[in-house]
Structures are given as structure tokens and as C-alpha cells.
């Protein structure tokens, strides 16, 4: 099933569930690698939301600003390679959207834990906004928040679930979008995750 929530982006309830524990198999390997971190923004905040990256580029922050890199600025190495099961997962979701022959560079890695928020912004760092942009969701409930092309245009709150794959493109790639703080709620793969959302989301960076 695919449900529009604008002209080009769709939320495809539960696509990631039948994947979802080779894709957490697969976060191990990543983080094993590059563990999670919690970044600073250049206005000299620290996020809630940890994270980390796989494919050829990792979007990273630090007070100088926000950029793609080659290599994890902890460790002066290149990032983890993008598992084979993210790629076609990325690739498979956004054709359902209507996005044939997406080849992501690049996959953040969120984690969200009780609390952690991420405020309204646009994602305008990759050099081609063409390519859409695809989001799965694991582990903890989140509503996500999906505004206009300007700050202040109207919020819609999306709940997202455990497995829910989102796809945004073309006239919707630029909309304002966030997260609202995450609240405790137990979900299908509390005895692995515990009190936890990983969110993956997949783009053309390059
Ligand atoms: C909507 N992550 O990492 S899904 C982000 O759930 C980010 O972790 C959220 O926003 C999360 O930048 C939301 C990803 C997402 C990405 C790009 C978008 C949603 C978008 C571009 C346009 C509209
Ligand atoms: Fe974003």
C-alpha cells in the first residue's frame, strides 16, 4: 500500500517489516565500525539524536557547519560501505514512489531515545535535489512533522511505526520536516531495541 501525504511523497506502511531484522543485523555491523555520536551544530548545539553513516558519504556537523565527507571525522577513516540489504531496500521503496533506478551514496543513521527531537528544517547539504530521499523507521513510534517550503507554513503530524518506509521527491523534497520529542512506548522489537527509534535515511549526497 502506498499513502500520499503530498504531491510526490508517500508512506509505505509496514514495507520494511519482513526486512527489518537483517536491517538491524546490519546497523550492528555499521556502528561496530562508526559508533554513534551525538554531533554539534554550528550554532553550538548538541543533538539529542545520535548518529552515524554508511555508503561512500556521511553527512556530519561541527561548529564550522553542516557538510558530506568521505571519511568519519572521528576516525579519519571512510565510512562503512552501505549493506547490500540497505541499497535494495532504499531502491525497491522508492520505486513504489515512483522513483525507478534510485542509487543512494549516502545513509544516516538516526537514533532517537526518550526525549530526542529534531527540529523543524529542510535537508539542502546534497548537491542534486533531484534525487528523492527515503526514510525507514524502526523500533519506537515517532510523529513526524511535515510542513511547506517556508518556516513558517502549517505543520501535518505524520505517526510513523515500526517498519513504515517514507519516500519524499520532486515538489516535495524541499518541505520543512521534523520530529517531535519521542515519547517511551513499547513496539515489536523491544526485546532487541529497547527504548529506541533508528531511523534510516537514504540519498543521492553526491
Ligand atoms: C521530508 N530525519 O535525518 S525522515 C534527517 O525520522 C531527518 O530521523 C527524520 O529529517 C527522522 O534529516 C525524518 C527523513 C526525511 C528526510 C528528508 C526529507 C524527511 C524529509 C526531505 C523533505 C521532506
Ligand atoms: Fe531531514
Known amino acids: 500500500a502506498r499513502e500520499p501525504i503530498g504531491p510526490a511523497a508517500f ?31 554550528p550554532g553550538g548545539f548538541t543533538m539529542s539524536v545520535a548518529l552515524t553513516n554508511c555508503g561512500a558519504l556521511g553527512w ?26 540497505f541499497a535494495q531496500l532504499a531502491r525497491d521503496a522508492a520505486a513504489l514512489a515512483g522513483f525507478e533506478g534510485f542509487a543512494p551514496d549516502a545513509c544516516l543513521v538516526n537514533r532517537y531515545q526518550p526525549g ?17 530521499i527515503a526514510s525507514v523507521s524502526l523500533g519506537m513510534p515517532a510523529v513526524f512533522q511535515f510542513g511547506g517550503l517556508a518556516r513558517a507554513d502549517k505543520t501535518v503530524r505524520i505517526p510513523l511505526v515500526h517498519g513504515d518506509v517514507v519516500v519524499w521527491g520532486g515538489v516535495d523534497r524541499l518541505r ?16 532487541r531495541l529497547g527504548a529506541q527509534r533508528i531511523n534510516l535515511t537514504f540519498r543521492k549526497a553526491a
Open 11 to 41: 508512506v509505505l506502511p509496514g514495507f520494511a517489516l519482513p526486512r527489518a531484522e537483517a536491517l538491524l543485523d546490519a546497523i550492528d555491523g555499521v556502528a561496530a565500525r562508526a559508533p554513534f555520536r551525538h554531533l554539534v551544530t
Open 60 to 85: 556530519t556537523s561541527d561548529r564550522r557547519g553542516y557538510r558530506y565527507s568521505a571519511v568519519d571525522p572521528d576516525s579519519g577513516v571512510p565510512w562503512p560501505a552501505m549493506p547490500e540489504a
Open 116 to 132: 530526542s527531537r529534531l527540529s523543524l528544517h529542510q535537508d539542502r547539504d546534497e548537491r542534486d535535489h533531484g534525487a528523492p
Open 176 to 191: 520543512f520536516h521534523g520530529v517531535l520529542p519521542l515519547k517511551d512506548a513499547p513496539h515489536p522489537l523491544q526485546a
